[in-house]
């Protein structure tokens, strides 16, 4: 099993920065991509939506949504136990809960609509708001 935990969540103003963590620990040998979802909180029943992803091993190979390219920023530490997220110029669309999640998928075979169906182990989440 792989376990994963987010923290760096909280109230913020738009244009603030924000820094998530997620540690990873277990049978990490099986993950191939890690990413991150957020969820809207009027939306718990909707598909996670899709933010970004990184290559676990090898090349650090990332992917990002529209809405969040240039403003995030994915990156893993090199002993492979954290993921993170960079999040600046915050807006107040951003809100939502953030998942880590672990796919034992390459990012090939994940490309190009990154489905939360695809990844196989999830964080309990961590709520960011940003106010206007």
């Known amino acids: 099993q792989v376990q994963l935990g987010e923290t760096g969540g909280g109230l913020v103003q738009a244009g603030d920065s924000v820094r998530l963590s997620c540690t990873v620990s277990g049978q990490t040998v099986f993950i191939d991509t890690m990413g991150w979802f957020r969820q809207s909180p009027g939306s718990p029943g909707k598909e996670r939506e899709f933010v970004s992803v990184i290559t676990w091993r090898g090349s650090s190979d990332t992917e990002y949504a529209d809405s969040v390219k240039g403003r995030f920023t994915i990156s893993r530490d090199n002993a492979k136990t954290t993921l993170y997220l960079q999040m600046n110029s915050l807006r107040p669309e951003d809100t939502g809960v953030y998942y880590c999640?672990?796919?034992?998928?390459?990012?090939?075979?994940?490309?190009?609509?990154?489905?939360?169906?695809?990844?196989?182990?999830w964080g309990q989440g961590t709520l960011v708001t940003v106010s206007s």
């Open positions: 999640a672990a796919s034992r998928f390459n990012i090939g075979f994940l490309r190009p609509r990154y489905k939360d169906e695809h990844f196989h182990h």
